[in-house]
């Protein structure tokens, strides 16, 4: 069987994750393949260092949708309905391009596992492989309500041209809004989806706001959602510092320091 590890860049700022992201792959010790698909607003400069690691590019096209579904989806009209309230995006991030995501579904492979470009891999997961499809983690980072909801950043997945037609015919119909883009989307196409540990997504927003959850010997996946660790004008660095130093640590080509060395929240 052909397994894989997928990630999505439709930016040079995106390239940037997936390099730290590509790197922290190979140091787990995968024997899995590592994909990155990549969309036309990519240059092949800012894909090279990728290449470099190893990782298989796979271009790939934004979805075909409808003028009205990219009007609802655009990064104005999206966060002016359903705005951000607990963090901040980067002006980087184009929400209709989270879509293209679901081109994953259309790779040959028979098994998947999706890691956002702003993730890292602290230890090695290729046991999800053996998990079914779908899989994620909740989207815990606040309290215990957020587990009734699912983080897209990290799942499993099993690529399927049936899937991903299924896909096309429910995502882009009249009035169609999905307020958090694909991880709404892919809550709703499989309403049953299985739940992960929180380890294999874990969100950097609980450092500091649920600090007895983090435990860096069980963490698999850290997620950097909201603002980005290679940020100039992070609003967050001081706060999320310890975090930024781990991820600078994977972008460059010196050592990692040992996850288990390292201290907990204050």
Known sequence: MAFAYVTL???ADFALGARALVRSLTLSGTQAEIVVMHTGGVTESALAPLAALGARLVPVDLLDTSPAFNAAHDRATLHGKVPFTKGNKPAFHTPLDNFAKLRLWQLPYDRVVFLDADTLVLR????LFAYPEFCA???VYEGLADFRRMNSGVFTARPDP???AAMMAALDTPGAF???TDQSFLQAFFPDWHGLPVFYN?????WFAMPDLWHWPDIHV????YEKPWQADHPKAAQLAPLIALWQAYAGDGPIPDTATLPGPA
């Open 9 to 11: 860049v439709t930016n």
């Open 124 to 127: 090695n997961c290729d046991k």
């Open 137 to 139: 983690a909740p989207n």
């Open 162 to 164: 049936a899937t991903f």
């Open 178 to 180: 999905w307020p958090r």
């Open 202 to 206: 874990m969100l950097q927003y609980v």
């Open 222 to 225: 850290l997620h950097f959602q």
